[in-house]
């Protein structure tokens, strides 16, 4: 959660003439309603059940550029969707970093009940193991720009391919 996914992904497959998708708007598109208010009228249970389908329907596609939103991680079929059909790009930002960038936390419902910053240590020390473990490829996203990222990130998979 804000890391910069949906910014570097939109970036990323233009670049490399691909179609982005972003998971939580095909979710949106798919519901009628934005994400606060599945949470709201489902709870996290409920939009994560929705979630993996999104995301495995998404994964079974070719040449596109997801960005999943940042809990995707928790469930084992999930990672499992994500790491055997494509290549994972774990964007990585501190809990600091994110706090930073959600201020505010509009849209964003895990944020909205407590204390913003320790709720993202608390997100942060769950997911990130899980992130390293199904990444491809990590990049920080502390201090380049968005342009900066992107073609590092270009540049390493044209190292890989």
């Known amino acids: 959660m804000g890391a910069g996914k949906s910014t570097v992904g939109k970036l990323l497959a233009k670049k490399l003439g691909r179609r982005f998708l972003d998971a939580d708007h095909v979710i ?3 519901c009628g309603v934005k994400i606060p208010v599945i949470f709201e009228m489902e709870g996290e249970d409920g939009f994560r059940k929705r979630e993996a389908q999104a995301i495995n329907d998404i994964t079974a596609e070719h040449d596109v550029i997801l960005a999943t939103g940042g809990g995707a991680v928790l469930l084992p079929e ?3 969707f994500l790491s055997e059909r494509g290549l994972v790009i774990y964007l990585h930002a501190n809990p600091i970093e994110l706090w930073h960038r959600t ?3 509009e ?3 895990l944020l909205k009940n407590g204390d913003a910053k320790k709720i993202l240590e608390n997100l942060y020390a769950v997911r ?3 992130y390293r473990e ?3 490829y990590i990049i920080e996203t ?3 720009s968005v342009n900066q990222l992107v073609n590092t990130l270009i540049m390493q998979l ?3 391919a």
Do not use: T, V
Request: aromatic residues 0%; charged residues 40%; neutral net charge.
């Open 158 to 160: 044209e190292l890989s």
């Open 28 to 30: 949106e598109d798919r």
């Open 134 to 136: 199904i990444a491809d």
């Open 128 to 130: 990130d193991p899980l």
């Open 103 to 105: 201020k505010g936390g």
């Open 107 to 109: 849209g964003r419902p």
């Open 78 to 80: 999930n990672r499992q």
């Open 142 to 144: 502390g201090k380049p």
